[in-house]
Nanobody
Framework: QVQLVESGGGLAQAGGSLRLSCVGSGSAFRTYALAWFRQAPGKEREFVAAKDWSRGSIYYGDSVKGRFTISRDSAKNMVYLQMNSLKPEDTAVYYC?????????????????WGQGTQVTVSS
C-alpha cells in the first residue's frame, strides 16, 4: 500500500513558477512509476508528467512540454513538479499518482494510488 501527500500549490501570476512536492509512504515506493495529473472544474483529469523507475523514462503532456519538469528523490520518497512560465489555463487541482507497473503512463486509470490533490491557481 502506498500513501501520497501533495504540497506546494497556491496562487501564482502568469509567467511565474511553482514547485509541487509529493511524499510517498511504503518501502516499495521508490520502485513505483510516479506521475502528475491535473483536473480543472468541469474537465476530465489530464495527464501532466510521469517518470518511470526502472528505465528512468520521462513523459510530458503536450500542453506542459518545455515548461514543466518532473523529478524524483528516491532517498526521500519524493517526487516534484517544477512548473515554470505558468499560464491561467494551468489552473487546476494537481494530483500525484503512483503504480508499480502502469499499463499506460499517460492514462489515469493505470494508476492505483493517488494523493488528495493540491490547488494551483494562475492569475492573468
Amino acid at each position: 500500500q502506498v500513501q501520497l501527500v501533495e504540497s506546494g500549490g497556491g496562487l501564482a501570476q502568469a509567467g511565474g513558477s511553482l514547485r509541487l512536492s509529493c511524499v510517498g509512504s511504503g518501502s516499495a515506493f521508490r520502485t513505483y512509476a510516479l506521475a502528475w495529473f491535473r483536473q480543472a472544474p468541469g474537465k476530465e483529469r489530464e495527464f501532466v508528467a510521469a517518470k518511470d523507475w526502472s528505465r528512468g523514462s520521462i513523459y510530458y503532456g503536450d500542453s506542459v512540454k518545455g515548461r514543466f519538469t518532473i523529478s524524483r528523490d528516491s532517498a526521500k520518497n519524493m517526487v516534484y513538479l517544477q512548473m515554470n512560465s505558468l499560464k491561467p489555463e494551468d489552473t487546476a487541482v494537481y494530483y500525484c499518482a503512483a503504480d508499480s507497473a502502469p499499463r499506460a503512463y499517460t492514462v489515469a486509470a493505470s494508476y492505483d494510488f493517488w494523493g488528495q490533490g493540491t490547488q494551483v491557481t494562475v492569475s492573468s
